[in-house]
């Protein structure tokens, strides 16, 4: 059974740190996109970052280029997010996703050119 599980959320003061990491079990995902969305109360969910298959082109939504960074680790089947400059309208529930579609340096963005998601983790910034 393939899963994505998201680890790493929590509250944190505005101007903070945190990272986030979504592990993949079930099959390697070494050779998918992977991206990360968020979803805010009362809000649909939106795109915050994508990394291609081998980690060498990313791809940010604006509100984040800057202070969020994606990479990820082969090896351990898992996608980072690093969230610097953590700011209160960072808050939401972030997914993780993969995809087997996208080639070569392709960083999907939107939700449905992704196959597999997780089950979400609540980030919180405080004022």
């Known amino acids: 059974q393939v899963q994505l599980v998201e680890f790493g959320g929590g509250l944190v003061q505005a101007g903070g740190s945190l990272r986030l990491s979504c592990t993949a079990s079930?099959?390697?995902?070494?050779?998918?996109?992977k991206g990360w969305f968020r979803q805010a109360p009362g809000k649909e969910r939106e795109f915050v970052a994508a990394i291609n298959w081998s980690g060498g082109s990313t791809y940010y939504a604006d509100s984040v280029k800057g202070r969020f960074t994606i990479s990820r680790d082969n090896a351990k089947n898992t996608v980072y997010l690093q969230m610097n400059r953590l700011k209160p309208e960072d808050t939401a529930v972030y997914y993780c996703?993969?995809?087997?579609?996208?080639?070569?340096?392709?960083?999907?963005?939107?939700?449905?050119?992704?196959?597999?998601w997780g089950q979400g983790t609540q980030v919180t910034v405080s004022s």
């Open positions: 079930g099959r390697s995902f070494s050779s998918y996109a």
């Open positions: 996703a993969a995809t087997a579609q996208a080639r070569g340096d392709t960083t999907p963005r939107v939700e449905y050119e992704y196959m597999y």
